[in-house]
């Protein structure tokens, strides 16, 4: 280990490792159930306008800009808690939903499982 | 909505959507507890492999080939379930894990949260 992996790893300072998009990967979890949510992207940008407002912000490949999560359906995310993972270029949204966290209205984007068989099917309690 | 992203989000095949570097974000969880335990990539050689021998496998983007979890730790995450998310581009892996799912032997890669001052503190139980 370099001194920089180690302080990365170890250390009590905050500093993301953004992709050559400059993006790290984010994952919204239930704070209360602990149900994995939805995954999306954040770039600087999007983590500063979170740890502000309190809401989840990511940034949208597709679209090149922010968005707060909710803006248009009101289904935001109040985040209770960021964690950050060993090196740093994936964050934890610890959150309280206000309503269905996917677009397609399921309470959880991760909705159906695959079979033995390859297909998928959908998961009652998802 | 096109057919094809109807057919995506709502039909029961499995049609993940790889970017550029041919890759899907794969997230596992703790199947028991619902934890967050570590990020990593998927090519279509480590999801099958993955769903070949019941253990998770991964695509390191650093070492530019497949690896199993544990494969020198001995740390496995034995595969319980896989979910797919609404638009293909993420797997949940809900996993058994053998040991600690973090390098750091943390149980868990997201052992710190970021506190209102932008510091960040170790998470007693992650």
Same mark, same amino acid.
């Given at each position: 280990?370099?001194?920089?992996?180690?302080?990365? #790893?170890? +250390?009590?300072?905050?500093?993301?490792? /953004?992709?050559?998009?400059? $993006?790290?990967?984010?994952?919204a979890?239930?704070?209360? !159930?602990?149900?994995?949510l939805m $995954?999306?992207?954040?770039?600087?940008?999007?983590?500063?306008?979170?740890?502000?407002?309190?809401f989840a912000? /990511?940034?949208?490949? !597709?679209?090149?800009?922010?968005?707060m999560k909710g803006?248009?359906?009101?289904h935001v995310l109040k985040v209770?808690?960021?964690?950050?993972?060993?090196?740093?270029?994936?964050? #934890?949204l610890?959150v309280e939903p206000a +309503?269905?966290a996917?677009?397609?209205?399921?309470?959880?984007? /991760?909705?159906?499982?695959?079979?033995?068989?390859?297909? $998928?099917?959908?998961?009652?309690?998802?």
């Amino acid at each position: 280990h370099s001194s920089e992996t180690e302080l990365r #790893e170890q +250390g009590a300072v905050f500093m993301p490792r /953004f992709d050559s998009a400059g $993006l790290v990967t984010a994952v919204a979890v239930d704070h209360a !159930s602990g149900a994995l949510l939805m $995954l999306a992207h954040m770039d600087a940008e999007a983590i500063a306008k979170t740890r502000q407002t309190g809401f989840a912000h /990511f940034h949208s490949r !597709s679209r090149g800009r922010l968005w707060m999560k909710g803006e248009s359906s009101g289904h935001v995310l109040k985040v209770i808690e960021i964690r950050v993972d060993c090196d740093q270029d994936a964050l #934890e949204l610890r959150v309280e939903p206000a +309503g269905p966290a996917c677009h397609t209205l399921a309470p959880s984007c /991760f909705y159906r499982r695959i079979e033995d068989d390859g297909s $998928l099917a959908r998961i009652e309690d998802a």
